[in-house]
T-cell receptor
């Protein structure tokens, strides 16, 4: 039981390049989330999904796209990377029980630097 | 914008002492959660307290919630060096699904 797995763990991009971050969970969770963590700012929600085939915007969605084609996977895409997107990205998932009161399970993050 | 604000931003104590961290928030919540993050790792859920609860315990952790003051506290008793980490509070609003995190408290426990 691996929990939440993020790939890759580290990546360096040049401005304007594109890439996709992959998140996989093996807990059969309905809900999945992408956050970014910047120094002194805690975690900010980028996009989230409440089920296969559905996605929604979070607090800071600009410059990112997501897809949830399979229940266990949640992909985060950067179409044209910018230095402001240098951050640590975390994926999380949670069980759905009336949509409330469920803790989130986190991966170990992807450290992304954009030059 | 962040819902939860932790206080203090950083805390340094000796092993065996108690550590208290506070969290304040702005709007009505369904629940408040505390997470721990070790350096270079993801967040780990510690404890969840619902809006109709006032106090909750889990091992050496004690969490209180005062909805009238929109604040919560996390107490770690008899701290250990292994408790060194960042601690975050997160609030779930009335419509569920999403958490809003504070900026965290960095705790250092010296042995």
């Amino acid at each position: 039981n691996a929990g939440v797995t993020q790939t890759p763990k580290f990546r360096v991009l040049k401005t304007g390049q594109s890439m996709t971050l992959l998140c996989a969970q093996d807990m059969n969770h309905e809900y999945m989330y992408w956050y970014r963590q910047d120094p002194g700012m805690g975690l900010r929600l980028i996009h989230y999904s409440v089920g296969e085939g559905t996605t929604a915007k979070g607090e800071v969605p600009d410059g990112y796209n997501v897809s949830r084609l399979k229940k266990q996977n949640f992909l985060l895409g950067l179409e044209s990377a910018a230095p402001s997107q240098t951050s640590v990205y975390f994926c999380a998932s949670s069980y759905s029980r009336g949509a409330h009161n469920q803790p989130q399970h986190f991966g170990d993050g992807t450290r992304l630097s954009i030059l | 914008s962040q819902q939860g604000e932790e206080d203090p931003q950083a805390l340094s104590i000796q092993e065996g002492e108690n550590a208290t961290m506070n969290c304040s928030y702005k709007t009505s919540i369904n629940n408040l959660q505390w997470y721990r993050q070790n350096s270079g790792r993801g967040l780990v859920h510690l404890i969840l307290i619902r809006s109709n609860e006032r106090e909750k315990h889990s091992g050496r952790l004690r969490v209180t919630l005062d909805t009238s003051k929109k604040s919560s506290s996390l107490l770690i008793t008899a701290s250990r060096a292994a408790d060194t980490a960042s601690y975050f509070c997160a609030t779930e609003g009335e419509y569920g699904n999403k958490l809003v995190f504070g900026a965290g408290t960095i705790l250092r426990v010296k042995s």
